[in-house]
Antibody
Framework: EVQLVESGGGLVQPGGSLRLSCAAS????????MNWVRQAPGKGLEWVSY????????YYADSVKGRFTISRDNANNLLYLQMNSLRDEDTAVYYC????????????WGQGTLVTISS | DIQMTQSPSSVSASVGDRVTITCRAS??????LAWYQQKAGKAPKLLIH???TLQSGVPSRISGSGSGTDFTLTISSLQPEDAATYYC?????????FGQGTKLEIK
């Protein structure tokens, strides 16, 4: 069974940093692209970042470019999101989501981890 | 960036009704469109990809159609467990973008 479990969320002051993790199991992690998607309280879904299976291709939403860094550890089945210079508008539940085979997007999601930016 | 526009933003229907949600892309995306269902407090769930392919385990009363810029999600016979918010998403090019969501309420 595919499982994605996020961790690392919490309360951070504006301008602070946080690193989210996503532990993957139940599939060959090194074969799949991975994403971070977020959802502000009461709002819709916003794609944040993508990393290819081999880490050789990475994309970011304009809203986080230059502040967030996606990475992965295929040996330990882990996905990361390093978030720096955090702003109030980064407050959201952050989900990791797997890209399926043949360009099937977001076929499995984690349960999410809440990031709250507040002074 | 490709903008995705869903309508309606909310809909209320009775058990057994047929419900249709539409999604329009600001430019052609071929069939690179997915639909998700999100229930309150839960992660989204993939329902349909490549516009009309039902994800494994999704009931056959749910279907998708369209190509280019106009797409629809149809629930042929509404069930109580279909109460949720539905999102379309284009997978044609990065940045991936979602519609604003359609909240489906059961009367």
């Amino acid at each position: 069974e595919v499982q994605l479990v996020e961790s690392g969320g919490g309360l951070v002051q504006p301008g602070g940093s946080l690193r989210l993790s996503c532990a993957a199991s139940g599939f060959i992690f090194s074969s799949y692209g991975m994403n971070w998607v977020r959802q502000a309280p009461g709002k819709g879904l916003e794609w944040v970042s993508y990393i290819r299976s081999s880490s050789n291709t990475i994309y970011y939403a304009d809203s986080v470019k230059g502040r967030f860094t996606i990475s992965r550890d295929n040996a330990n089945n882990l996905l990361y999101l390093q978030m720096n210079s955090l702003r109030d508008e980064d407050t959201a539940v952050y989900y990791c989501a797997r890209d399926g085979i043949d360009r099937v997007p977001f076929d499995h999601w984690g349960q999410g981890t809440l990031v709250t930016i507040s002074s | 960036d490709i903008q995705m526009t869903q309508s309606p933003s909310s809909v209320s229907a009775s058990v057994g009704d047929r419900v249709t949600i539409t999604c329009r892309a600001s430019q052609g995306i071929s069939s690179w469109l997915a639909w998700y269902q999100q229930k309150a407090g839960k992660a989204p769930k993939l329902l349909i990809h490549t516009a009309s392919t039902l994800q494994s385990g999704v009931p056959s009363r749910i279907s998708g159609s369209g190509s280019g810029t106009d797409f629809t999600l149809t629930i042929s016979s509404l069930q109580p467990e279909d109460a949720a918010t539905y999102y379309c998403q284009q997978a044609d090019s990065f940045p991936y973008t979602f519609g604003q969501g359609t909240k489906l309420e059961i009367k």
